[in-house]
């Protein structure tokens, strides 16, 4: 059997486990059935293998960059019943991972650590994406934490002054600071995974008029800090904007040939010199858009195929409804339910049937065409083996791994 070889971002491969195959299998024939003119079929009953989960809207920074600006601080949170009740059905219908972001910052909502704890219990697999602001509480649940949970801290910078004026926290929150809670977490769990997250930011970029805080500069300087306070791995990714106009996160918009050329030449530099830094000492990380840009491939992984197939395996539940796609939260167009949507089987159910509609009437092809999508390769992959004549059992197994997509 294979084995996944790389755990962050190879989606085709990771729906490919043991654990997840299967459902994949029955989305295919069920493509395919609808396809070929069948109009008894259903829409495969799991639930997503991965969700996000946004437990609130709140949040203590006001970052420059940031694409959920036009939903954050709505006053919106998941209560503790519903949010449990929400993973006791999904748990139930075959939900193996939750990643806690998106919307806000985790760690303000009042429930969070009894949350983690009732993920825990369930056995699930848990990610936590933080500004770093609540490390105190994460600390207070690390224990908890197994070897293929992790914590992503939202840092994009290696200087104070950098850090300051990128995130512009409400609250004394410093580098510093957040290196001395981190030192804390890894002495009280060696086992869990921490991430330094640093998303590049280039000169010349504007979000409502505002000049953002370049950092590429800072790239090395970050993956010697991260090494030094004993992060696992560093994740560089491209700065998205949200689109004012359409609200859709947006890769290089607005952006000639020449700029595109010198951005590129610039963080493949400033990349190298961090991969110099680095040496054995910790992992660098690519996101698939990071990628695609320094390949000059970003046209490419904007455009996707008719339908997208990943919104069957993975959404994202948010205090004001639940999304099919990260890159469209808070968007109707791409609303599932209401943010209770999943509690109970009645309205787990009612969610599928909506999903199912989704799935055929949401456009990707048109509606993600500035998205530089994570997602592309995956959707290529299952649409290509959809349109084939391959029999679904030449789908080959992958060892399970870890379940976040």
């Known amino acids: 059997m294979e084995k996944l070889e790389n755990r962050e971002y190879d989606f085709s491969s990771k729906l ?7 459902r994949l299998k029955e989305y295919i024939l069920w493509q395919r059935g609808l396809r070929e003119g069948s109009d008894n079929q259903r829409l495969p009953t799991f639930s997503p293998v991965s969700i996000n989960l946004d437990l609130t809207s709140a949040c203590n920074f006001s970052c ?3 694409v959920d600006s036009m939903i954050i601080n709505t006053g919106e949170y998941l209560k503790l019943e519903d949010t449990k009740e929400t993973i006791d059905v999904l748990h139930a219908n075959g939900l193996l991972s939750l990643i806690l972001l998106g919307g806000g910052e985790p760690t303000l909502n009042k429930d969070f650590e009894e949350i983690v704890k009732y993920i825990k219990k369930k056995k699930l697999e848990v990610g936590i994406v933080t500004n770093g602001s609540g490390l105190e509480k994460i600390a207070s649940v690390v224990n908890l934490l197994e070897k293929r949970d992790w914590i992503r801290i939202s840092l994009d910078a290696a200087r104070e002054e950098t850090f300051q004026n990128l995130h512009q926290p409400k609250t004394k929150v410093t580098l510093e600071g957040i290196f001395k809670q981190v030192k804390n977490i890894r002495e009280i769990s060696p ?8 998303v590049i930011v280039w000169e010349g970029m504007e979000i409502n008029g505002n000049s953002l805080n370049p950092n590429i500069d800072e790239m090395a300087e970050a993956v010697r800090l991260g090494a030094e306070h004993s992060f696992d791995y560093i994740s560089f990714k491209p700065c998205l904007i949200r689109l004012v106009d359409s609200q859709k996160e947006s890769l290089l918009n607005k952006v000639n040939k020449d700029q595109e050329d010198k951005i590129i030449e610039k963080i493949k530099a400033s990349l190298l010199e961090a991969k ?3 040496g054995d000492k910790i992992n660098i990380l690519e996101s698939v858009n990071l990628k695609a840009m320094l390949n000059r491939e970003t046209d490419r992984i904007k455009k996707q195929p008719k339908i997208c197939h990943m919104q069957f395996f993975r959404t994202v539940v ?3 409804g639940i999304f099919h796609c990260p890159a469209f939260r808070g968007i109707r167009a791409a609303r599932i339910a209401e943010y209770n949507g999943y509690t109970g089987e009645a309205k787990f159910f009612k969610a599928q049937e909506n999903l199912a509609k989704l799935i055929f009437n949401f456009n990707a092809e048109e509606e993600c065409k500035v998205v530089g999508c994570f997602y592309h390769h995956v959707n290529w992959w ?3 083996f959809i349109n084939s004549k391959k029999d679904i059992e030449e789908i080959a197994k992958v060892e399970d791994d870890n ?3």
């Open 16 to 22: 490919r486990q043991e654990s997840i195959v299967a």
């Open 64 to 66: 420059s960059h940031c």
């Open 191 to 198: 086992l869990v995974s921490l991430g330094y997250s640093f």
């Open 276 to 278: 110099t830094s680095a």
């Open 318 to 320: 948010t205090p004001s």
């Open 382 to 384: 299952i649409e290509n």
């Open 403 to 405: 379940f976040f997509l």
